[in-house]
């Protein structure tokens, strides 16, 4: 053996994890549950939602808010009830092009709102009264449905005068300046929540919502033994930091934006993988300048058959001007795939973590939802997800679990916890207004 093909197989075990590995993580995240539900410490947050699931039967005209990545949506929903609803009027627009970017420091907070709020006046009309969810996909503090400070940004955003702040106050200050007071934003909410609510308006055995996209988290809802009323809790599990990082995670977070920070999100989500490629073939000599390989690149990558392995040339060659020979293509297919199957194994077993604590032996069905470009698009990986279930739960068990694809959440279920809010069913301990907070 070569020393190139040593080096090749020393990265490639970096990244493997094995089932013994896996089932320690899974105890781990059920531990940090039930730690963050004592209010002792544990890497999630807890955030509290104030939202039960719906009913199905939600009925009525609404906005969306979709506010998580590097694109904004807006939305104009009619929910139809029986799990129904059609997309009325939609306008898409990203934070970031050549011309303008929103998500940088040189960036303040009236900046970045006043642009959602003439996104938000395309879709809707002087006359008519709107109610607005809104679908806040950042680490949020929250203490009333329609009240939420950011904690701290993720995903490299890093607007000036958001942190700290109650984002639904500031967009409706900026929906005032641009003329929309008839627009009320009545609820925030993060993606993940927005995912089960979409998903449980048509299935009531969705129990657990995750981003597997740019980013990753998740949200279940916490049944408090009976005790109170049931409440979907935002984990905030990117933020999971129980984890043996290698060499290259080690790297990636020291040049990350908030290092030492959202560990497991920086190990299984989109925005990352590319980079961690990137690394090892640095590390191996392979590339010597930085470059930007995004999920959708891996997903060509891993997937290419094409002669002589065209399609990646194409990649690497739009931005460097080395070329590679076939047994190094064949590395780089390798090194994707490797990275590509860790993440998908960790996210699964968060998840068989989670459910450990909401039913401790499995008996019971649980419906996963998921959205997010990562597991929609990746090849390979849903199918990856469920082989995992099966590998640590054993086929019996792995029944009880199904994961669905819900890749409309972050728009339908801020209109869904919008039209909670209009019918007055908001189940929790307790609700303030933001004056009271």
């Known amino acids: 053996m070569g020393a190139i093909e040593s080096k090749i197989n020393e990265f490639l075990q ?8 896996l089932k ?9 549950i039930e730690r963050g539900l004592k209010k002792e410490k544990s890497s999630f947050k807890m955030l509290k939602s104030y939202l039960q699931l719906p009913n199905g039967e939600e009925k ?10 590097t694109n904004l949506r807006i939305l104009l929903i009619a929910l139809l009830g029986q799990g129904r609803f059609k997309v009325i009027k939609k306008v898409t627009a990203p934070l970031i092009t050549e011309s303008y970017n929103y998500i940088t420091n040189n960036v303040c907070a009236e900046e970045l709102f006043d642009f959602i709020a003439e996104l938000i006046r395309k879709v809707t009309d002087d006359e008519y009264r709107y109610f607005l969810g809104h679908t806040f996909s950042f680490p949020s503090e929250q ?3 329609n009240h939420a400070r950011l904690i701290v940004w993720t995903k490299e955003f890093a607007v000036q005068g958001v942190e700290g702040k109650d984002v639904n106050a500031l967009l409706s200050d900026a929906l005032i300046r641009k003329g929309r007071s008839n627009i009320i934003p009545v609820a925030v909410i993060n993606d993940t929540v927005a995912t089960i609510l979409a998903a449980a308006y048509k299935d009531d055995c969705v129990h657990i919502g995750s981003i597997c996209g740019t980013g990753h988290n998740t949200a279940y809802l916490e049944s408090y033994d009976g005790k109170r009323c049931p409440m979907i809790i935002n984990l905030e599990s990117g933020n999971f930091s129980h984890l043996r990082l290698n060499t290259f995670d080690k790297i990636l977070d020291q040049q990350s934006e908030k290092k030492g920070e959202q560990l497991f999100e920086k190990m299984v989500a989109g925005k990352y993988l590319g980079r961690l490629l990137v690394l090892v073939l640095k590390e191996l000599g392979m590339i010597k300048q930085e470059i930007v390989l995004t ?3 891996l997903s060509e990558i891993i997937q290419d058959s094409s002669p002589n392995y065209r ?8 931005q460097i001007e080395d070329t590679f020979t076939e047994i ?3 590395y780089i297919v390798e090194i994707a795939k490797r990275i590509i199957r860790r993440s998908a194994r960790l996210v699964t077993a968060g998840y068989i973590g989670i459910i450990q604590h909401m039913d401790f032996n499995f008996n019971n069905k649980h419906h996963i939802a998921i959205d ?8 390979g990986y849903a199918q990856l997800i469920q082989k995992t279930f099966v590998e640590l739960l054993g086929d019996e068990k792995a029944k009880n679990i199904k994961v669905i694809l819900e890749n409309q959440g972050s728009g339908i279920g801020g209109a869904i916890a919008a039209a909670i809010f209009n019918e007055g069913r908001l189940d929790s301990d307790r609700i303030v207004t933001p004056s009271e907070s």
């Open 14 to 21: 970096e990244f493997e994890i094995d089932s013994s590995q």
């Open 24 to 32: 320690r993580i899974a105890d781990a995240f059920c531990q940090e």
């Open 60 to 69: 009525g005209h609404y906005l969306a808010l979709d506010f998580g990545g």
């Open 143 to 145: 203490s009333a449905l």
């Open 295 to 297: 999920s959708k690149d």
């Open 311 to 318: 399609k990646i040339k194409e990649i690497f060659f739009a």
């Open 328 to 330: 190094e293509y064949s």
């Open 372 to 379: 997010g470009s990562l597991y929609e698009k990746m090849p």
